[in-house]
Nanobody
């Protein structure tokens, strides 16, 4: 059974940093593409960053240069390092993977950026 458990959210000041973690289980983590999404209040869920099984990464435009996605296959964990945070980064952040037509989501971790 696929499980994704996010952690690391919280309150940060503008310009600050947070590191999100997503612990995975129930599948061969090293073989799967992993993604971080976020959903702000009243908005649709949007892709933030993705990382292939081989470690290639891609980012949504607003995350480029500020966020870094990485993975540790030995720990079955994917990370999102978020620097230079802005109030508009406030959202619930979700870890995601997929297999064919099936998408798997964690429960999300809240990030709140405010002074």
């Amino acid at each position: 059974q696929v499980q994704l458990v996010e952690s690391g959210g919280g309150l940060a000041q503008p310009g600050g940093s947070l590191r999100l973690s997503c612990a995975a289980s129930g599948f061969t983590f090293s073989s799967y593409f992993m993604r971080w999404y976020r959903q702000a209040p009243g908005k649709q869920r949007e892709l933030v960053a993705g990382i292939t099984s081989g470690g290639s990464t891609n980012y949504e435009d607003s995350a480029k240069g500020r966020f870094t996605i990485s993975r540790d296959n030995a720990k079955k964990t994917v990370y999102l390092q978020m620097n230079s945070l802005k109030p508009e980064d406030t959202a619930v952040y979700y870890c995601n993977t997929f297999s064919g037509p099936f998408n798997y989501w964690g429960q999300g971790t809240q990030v709140f950026v405010s002074s």
